[in-house]
């Protein structure tokens, strides 16, 4: 089985961009999480879908961040504009109810 | 609301000796536990999980954890350690049943294993 598949692995751009984070689920999770992780802060929580809806998004930072899961099979986090404090590498996550979480391999983002 | 601590945040061992990395956790309702671990530049791997049953739990790579509930502790062992074994291992917590699915996670533990 694929995993959790994330695109791109990495992203650098300058502050100021719009940078776009995509993600596509294991097959039959009807859950999917987006966490960012940096040193200062560790692992946060910033949105989660159940069944393509948005739960809970009380960890999205500010305005400038938003997610969308148009299908079950696709997932974006936006960043409009971009600032040097979103550097960070960024996890998308799915599951099945409450079965651990299955991460993906992440996307590390450099904001110039 | 819950939370996690990982008590330590760098344990260096050397290969073939046993190691503990601690994980307490805060909950006013019943919780799963997992232990995940990150190797560099990757996402997180399951290494165990409690749901129920069994206090011991054992996991891939021959890490075991044992829930204690009168202590709310979930402390990951190994007995022997491999250099292989060096990585960032994270505590996570989620409430039992109901319709919060979110993983609150520890700050992580860095493992370093010396020759």
């Known amino acids: 089985d694929a995993g959790v598949i994330q695109s791109p692995r990495h992203e650098v751009t300058e502050m100021g961009q719009e940078v776009t984070l995509r993600c596509k689920p294991i097959?039959?999770?009807?859950?999917l999480f987006w966490y960012r992780q940096t040193m200062m802060r560790g692992l946060e929580l910033l949105i989660y879908?159940?069944?393509?809806?948005?739960?809970?998004d009380s960890g999205m930072p500010e305005d400038r961040f938003s997610a969308k899961m148009p299908n079950a099979s696709f997932s974006t986090l936006k960043i409009q504009p971009s600032e040097p404090r979103d550097s960070a590498v960024y996890f998308c996550?799915?599951?099945?109810?409450?079965?651990?979480?299955?991460f993906g391999d992440g996307t590390r983002l450099s904001i110039l | 609301a819950q939370s996690v601590t990982q008590l330590d945040s760098q344990v260096p061992v050397f290969e073939e000796a046993p190691v503990e990395l601690r994980c307490n956790y805060s909950?006013?309702?019943?919780?799963?536990l997992f232990w995940y671990v990150q190797y560099p530049n990757q996402g997180l791997q399951l290494l165990l999980k409690?749901?129920?049953?069994?206090?011991l739990v054992k996991g891939i790579n021959g890490f075991e954890a044992e829930f204690n509930k009168s202590q709310t502790s979930f402390h990951l062992r190994k007995p022997s350690v491999h250099i292989s074994d060096t990585a960032e291992y994270f505590c996570?917590?989620?409430?039992?049943?109901?319709?919060?699915?979110?993983?609150?996670f520890g700050k992580g533990t860095l493992l370093t294993v010396n020759p």
């Open positions: 996550a799915s599951t099945r109810g409450h079965q651990p979480q299955h």
């Open positions: 409690y749901l129920s049953g069994s206090t």
């Open positions: 879908f159940n069944n393509n809806v948005p739960i809970d």
């Open positions: 909950s006013s309702v019943s919780v799963y």
């Open positions: 097959s039959g999770h009807d859950y």
């Open positions: 996570a917590v989620s409430e039992y049943g109901g319709s919060n699915y979110k993983l609150t």
